[in-house]
């Protein structure tokens, strides 16, 4: 089993960057695919971002895409989320997730098995 830990969420004005860690422990990261995703008060949890174990392959959610950036360091057991151009509607908890699952799946919720406990990131206007 995989313990995920997130950091380095805050509160930032909009146009601002961040970029938030997922630390894993209890196993070796860079044996599953991981994803980013967040949620926003009254909204359902939704994908943002994922990468897959060996860092080859990215995708990202419409509304994130040439604004953030996902990267992993297996060296480190760690995945990023570079963040960029924030806007207010970037405000949210941000999880990270891991899976073994198919790489097919990789934006769906469901197919996560390990979830760390989030991180807020709050955009002010």
């Known amino acids: 089993q995989v313990q995920l830990v997130e950091s380095g969420g805050g509160l930032l004005q909009a146009g601002g960057s961040l970029r938030l860690s997922c630390a894993a422990s209890g196993r070796t990261l860079s044996n599953y695919n991981t994803g980013w995703f967040r949620q926003a008060p009254g909204k359902e949890r939704e994908f943002v971002a994922a990468?897959?174990?060996?860092?080859?392959?990215?995708y990202y959610a419409d509304s994130v895409k040439g604004r953030f950036s996902i990267s992993r360091d297996n060296a480190k057991n760690t995945v990023y989320l570079q963040m960029n151009s924030l806007t207010p509607e970037d405000t949210a908890v941000y999880y990270c997730?891991?899976?073994?699952?198919?790489?097919?799946?990789?934006?769906?919720?469901?197919?996560?098995?390990?979830w760390g406990q989030g991180t807020q990131v709050t955009v002010s206007s």
């Open positions: 997730a891991a899976t073994l699952r198919a790489w097919s799946s990789s934006q769906v919720r469901n197919e996560y098995d390990y």
């Open positions: 990468i897959s174990w060996s860092g080859g392959y990215t």
